[in-house]
Structure formats: C-alpha cells, structure tokens
C-alpha cells in the first residue's frame, strides 16, 4: 500500500497511524502542499477534492481519511476496530462524523491558524475546539476509549487534532480524561507521532 500524506496534516497522521497500529507495511509518499502538489494535474487524478491523504492499495484508490480508516479494518478483517454489531457500530460512525464536523471546524481549524496561517476567527474556533473537547470529556468518564473499553478507528479519528489541540492555543488542562486517553492510544503497539510544531501554546 501506498500513502500520499503530509507530515503536519492530521488528516493524514490518522490514516498513517491506523496503517501502523493495524501492522500494515507501506510506503508514505510525501505532498508537497506548500508548493501546490496536491492542486496538480497528476494529483488530481488520484483525488479530484486536492486533498490528503489518498491511499493507492495496488490500484484501489481511496480518499478521505475517514474513508480509509473504514477500508483498511473492512479489507483487513478488523472488526476489533470496527464492530460489526449495530450498537456499537453506529457508535463508531456517530465519532468518525465528530472528526469531520466539530473536530474539524473545532481544535483542527485552531490549529490551522498558527500552523498554516488561515483566514479563521481564534476565539470562534477556540470557542468550538472547548465545545467538543468538554463533550469528549464526559464520553470518557469512566472509560478507557471513546467507543468501548478498546481501541476503535473513532479513536484513531479524534487522536490527531485533539492531541495538537495546544498547538491552536486550545488548553487541554481542564480536560484530564482527554489527556488520559490521549497517553492511552500513544501507549498502544504501533504508535505513531504525529509532529509536532512549536506554535501556540506548544510555543
């Protein structure tokens, strides 16, 4: 398998990170977003959105990080990361919905504006980054994961951005069952760091 992915897009680390925990070898194909890779003819043809990550599985192709994390525990059989049962697996699509909505006009478009120096309003997107985190929060009391008492791809899905959260000046203090969490995934077999930038409160 091939990944097309950039190191600071969280989109990308949770594709790359399932990838890893999953133990599936593959190739990570760098885009050059800063110099419009992904708005090139070539690219376009593999994701006509111009985004990343786009995963080439010997010709499959899939976009959308979410889409990805879907495909690969469906092709792999994984249903310990995706549950099969209805429950739990309406569960799981309930969260990967969350990281594409509130994850992403919440703690990831904070840390847009600090990483990538985009046109959003701070205390908007902050304001939302602590709507969600404080939502999470409750979800984890008295749990280890956002599903169930394993890791699912509703993880994987929120880990990213949540854990860069501080890098949009989003403070994760006040949430210490989101931090807990967070050391919960990075302690899993296969874990892989998504950098991390010096920016706002990483600053």
């Known amino acids: 398998m091939k990944l097309y992915h950039h190191p600071l ?3 990308s680390h949770r594709a790359r990170l ?3 925990l999953a133990g599936v070898k593959h190739d990570l194909v760098e885009v050059d977003l800063a110099a419009g890779a992904h708005k090139k003819p070539e690219f376009l043809a593999l994701n006509p959105f111009g985004q ?3 995963l080439d599985d010997d010709g499959t192709i ?3 990080s979410n889409a990805i994390l879907v495909y690969l525990a469906k092709k792999l059989g994984r249903d310990d990361w995706l549950p099969q049962d209805p429950v739990a697996s309406a569960a799981v699509q309930k969260w990967l919905s969350v990281a594409a909505g509130q994850i992403a006009y919440g703690p990831a478009a904070a840390r847009l504006i600090t990483v990538f120096g985009a046109g959003f309003r701070p205390e908007e997107v902050i304001g939302r980054a602590h709507a969600i985190l404080a939502v999470i929060e409750a979800q984890l009391a008295g749990r280890s994961f956002i599903v169930a ?3 699912t791809v509703a993880d994987v899905a929120l880990y990213s951005y949540i854990a860069r959260a501080p890098e949009g000046n989003v403070d994760l203090q ?3 069952n989101v931090r807990a969490w967070l050391a919960r995934i990075e302690a899993l077999p296969g874990f892989v760091e998504f950098g991390r930038t010096p ?3 990483a600053a």
């Open 199 to 201: 920016v706002g409160l």
């Open 62 to 64: 899939v976009t959308d």
């Open 18 to 20: 399932f990838l890893s």
């Open 174 to 176: 006040a949430y210490p």
């Open 52 to 54: 990343v990550p786009v």
């Open 9 to 11: 897009s969280g989109h």
């Open 149 to 151: 008492e394993k890791p």
